[in-house]
């Protein structure tokens, strides 16, 4: 029996071992972000910081405006993400309880969009959102994120468990469709929409192609694009650069961990076998 | 019934429809229709098709080197990457399959690269593949200038996509082969199945739907890999890095070649269609339902 607790025990020790060698990159930026400058550019091997030097964060916070990224940030992704789960609520509605002719077709054409990867069409989606007049706002930024057709599919399972006789005494009671939606779907639903919203949330907060391309002014960067393109005149920038990286990091691994179950069942349930 | 009401029964469903499909075709379907037709045009700075061309917009991509160079490199991305990422994060599940007192906290700590932005990844491996500074060259004693020449600087992309990648493929293979139920493995060890010979002959058929869906989702995803290309290396050295969504990326938004981009879109498309396709096939060749 000791022997076999023993074995656990050092399994365990050797899994954490894993662990740590797989966030090792994580911890480098860490570890870096406490160095002083001139410990960074010491030529030798050299990773475990001589003291708790706070500089480069205190540089990362006043030299740029990190802040202002990270609201820009938090604004596209919040407010993309609130508005895809209201867009993708509602055509779920109409796909699960209403019977229409060519309704089929209609949803295989929102499954097939998922065919099309909105990378390839960078090109045509600059030239639209740049006739709109677009280029540099929230919105521009969050065109492309406002429904996503894996997630009509979730909602749309979702809704198709729920039950039928519900629906229809709720009717009887001279409940229109509308109301229906708003006041018996959508609050029994909160679980599906709050996965939803969580994993459009950590997709958009982590997007780059998109901001990149539909922002050249500076104060409208997201962070996952300005930290990219911080720069710091006249001194060593790596350890700044490193705790404005970890900053960054903070929330989404925040949110993940907080969130990992939801998280999981929401990409999970975008698989349709598994 | 008054007519009125009639009439809203009639198109209330479609109304619901109307935000998303709006969307969708704006963002979607029509961005892909129009590089379809623009890509047989001559193309103005105004994004007005001019002059009928036929395939020479293809005919010019496809004899662009670069690009041919690109689709080369996003093929062997994919290559390389997908299988290597499913890998490892499997061998991570099977590590982490047994639920022990501690194993939350090392199964956060496999999934966690999944929550972190592939940006500020690459801003830490610059840092660490940095000839002078980086803590790559300090450990192993090189000089190497990682990202600046052509034999190392693709290969590092993809360690980078590795890397990010094994926290969604752990979550994914973790969660099947916890689905696997403990009779069939018993009875698999009873019947002599042990080690190597009871993971390829009774685990992985068993799992074979995840990997399939890890295998079709990821195909797809290294088929659009580009950023790390466009934050790290612009494509060079010498085109080495070149991936099809970043050569869209130089062709139009950098340099202003709209003709050839469309071209280049629609071909990208194709490829990763194709690619896809092929993954579906390992289905008929590979995976077992109960």
């Given at each position: 029996?000791?022997?076999?607790?023993?074995?656990?025990?050092?399994?365990?020790?050797?899994?954490?071992?894993?662990?740590?060698?797989?966030?090792?990159?994580?911890?480098?930026?860490?570890?870096?972000?406490?160095?002083?400058?001139?410990?960074?550019?010491?030529?030798?091997?050299?990773?475990?910081?001589?003291?708790?030097?706070?500089?480069?964060?205190?540089?990362?916070?006043?030299?740029?405006?990190?802040?202002?990224?990270?609201?820009?940030?938090?604004?596209?992704?919040?407010v993309s993400s609130l508005v895809r789960v209201i867009t993708c609520s509602m055509a779920a509605f109409s796909f699960a309880f209403f019977q229409y002719r060519g309704k089929n077709l209609i949803f295989m054409l929102y499954l097939g969009s998922m065919?099309?990867?909105?990378?390839?069409?960078?090109?045509?989606?600059?030239?639209?959102?740049?006739?709109?007049?677009?280029?540099?706002?929230?919105?521009?930024?969050?065109?492309?994120?406002l429904v996503s057709a894996t997630h009509v599919f979730i909602l749309r399972q979702n809704f198709l468990s729920y039950s039928r006789s519900l629906r229809e005494a709720s009717a009887i009671d001279g409940c229109t469709n509308f109301m229906f939606f708003c006041r018996v779907l959508i609050p029994s639903s909160t679980s599906a929409l709050i996965t939803v919203f969580i994993a459009s949330?950590?997709?958009?907060?982590?997007?780059?192609?998109?901001?990149?391309?539909?922002?050249?002014?500076?104060?409208?960067?997201?962070?996952?694009?300005?930290?990219?393109?911080?720069?710091?005149?006249?001194?060593?920038?790596?350890?700044?650069?490193?705790?404005?990286?970890?900053?960054?990091?903070?929330?989404?691994?925040?949110?993940?961990?907080?969130?990992?179950?939801k998280?999981?069942s929401g990409?999970m349930a975008g698989s349709v076998k598994? | 019934m008054p007519v009125t009401q009639k009439v809203f029964k009639k198109i209330e469903p479609f109304l619901y429809l109307i935000p998303s499909a709006l969307i969708l075709i704006m963002?979607t379907y029509?961005?892909?229709?129009?590089?379809?037709?623009?890509?047989?045009?001559?193309?103005?700075?105004?994004?007005?098709?001019?002059?009928?061309?036929?395939?020479?917009?293809?005919?010019?991509?496809?004899?662009?080197?670069?690009?041919?160079?690109?689709?080369?490199?996003?093929?062997?991305?994919?290559?390389?990457?997908?299988?290597?990422?499913?890998?490892?994060?499997?061998?991570?599940?099977?590590?982490?399959?047994?639920?022990?007192?501690?194993?939350?906290?090392?199964?956060?700590?496999?999934?966690?690269?999944?929550?972190?932005?592939?940006?500020?990844?690459?801003?830490?491996?610059?840092?660490?593949?940095?000839?002078?500074?980086?803590?790559?060259?300090?450990?192993?004693?090189?000089?190497?200038?990682?990202?600046?020449?052509?034999?190392?600087?693709?290969?590092?992309?993809?360690?980078?996509?590795?890397?990010?990648?094994?926290?969604?493929?752990?979550?994914?293979?973790?969660?099947?082969?916890?689905?696997?139920?403990?009779?069939?493995?018993?009875?698999?060890?009873?019947?002599?199945?042990?080690?190597?010979?009871?993971?390829?002959?009774?685990?992985?058929?068993?799992?074979?739907?995840?990997?399939?869906?890890?295998?079709?989702?990821?195909?797809?995803?290294?088929?659009?890999?580009?950023?790390?290309?466009?934050?790290?290396?612009?494509?060079?050295?010498?085109?080495?890095?070149?991936?099809?969504?970043?050569?869209?990326?130089?062709?139009?938004?950098?340099?202003?070649?709209?003709?050839?981009?469309?071209?280049?879109?629609?071909?990208?498309?194709?490829?990763?269609?194709?690619?896809?396709?092929?993954?579906?096939?390992?289905?008929?060749?590979?995976?077992?339902?109960?």
């Open positions: 029996m000791n022997r076999k607790k023993y074995r656990s025990v050092l399994y365990q020790a050797f899994c954490l071992f894993v662990g740590i060698v797989v966030l090792l990159p994580i911890a480098y930026a860490v570890l870096i972000s406490f160095m002083e400058p001139p410990e960074i550019l010491r030529r030798e091997f050299h990773l475990i910081p001589d003291g708790l030097y706070l500089g480069n964060y205190i540089k990362a916070i006043t030299k740029t405006t990190l802040f202002r990224f990270m609201y820009n940030s938090l604004v596209v992704a919040g065919m099309i990867p909105p990378e390839i069409l960078i090109l045509q989606n600059y030239a639209t959102t740049a006739k709109l007049g677009l280029i540099n706002t929230y919105p521009g930024m969050m065109v492309v994120f949330f950590v997709g958009t907060w982590n997007s780059y192609v998109w901001p990149l391309i539909v922002t050249n002014r500076d104060n409208m960067r997201t962070v996952q694009v300005a930290i990219t393109m911080l720069n710091f005149p006249d001194e060593s920038p790596h350890g700044a650069i490193m705790a404005a990286a970890v900053l960054i990091l903070i929330p989404s691994a925040l949110v993940f961990l907080i969130f990992q179950k998280i999981k990409i598994g | 963002f029509y961005p892909f229709g129009k590089s379809f037709l623009q890509s047989f045009f001559i193309v103005d700075n105004f994004g007005k098709a001019k002059e009928f061309v036929a395939l020479e917009n293809y005919a010019a991509v496809l004899g662009n080197s670069r690009f041919i160079r690109a689709i080369g490199n996003t093929l062997l991305y994919v290559i390389v990457t997908v299988p290597i990422s499913i890998s490892v994060g499997l061998l991570l599940a099977l590590l982490a399959q047994k639920r022990t007192r501690t194993s939350t906290i090392y199964e956060a700590m496999y999934a966690l690269p999944m929550a972190m932005s592939m940006s500020v990844v690459a801003m830490i491996y610059q840092l660490a593949l940095n000839p002078n500074l980086g803590v790559i060259n300090k450990f192993f004693q090189t000089t190497n200038n990682w990202l600046r020449e052509e034999k190392t600087a693709f290969l590092w992309l993809m360690i980078i996509q590795v890397w990010l990648n094994i926290g969604f493929d752990f979550l994914f293979t973790l969660s099947a082969l916890r689905g696997v139920s403990d009779e069939v493995l018993e009875s698999a060890e009873l019947d002599g199945a042990i080690g190597f010979k009871k993971l390829t002959k009774i685990i992985l058929p068993l799992v074979s739907p995840t990997i399939l869906f890890l295998l079709v989702s990821s195909i797809a995803k290294a088929m659009i890999a580009g950023g790390l290309t466009m934050i790290l290396t612009q494509g060079g050295p010498n085109g080495s890095t070149e991936t099809i969504v970043s050569f869209l990326y130089n062709q139009a938004v950098v340099s202003g070649k709209y003709n050839t981009g469309y071209a280049a879109t629609i071909v990208g498309f194709i490829l990763s269609f194709m690619l896809v396709l092929l993954s579906f096939i390992y289905e008929k060749k590979g995976v077992y339902y109960d």
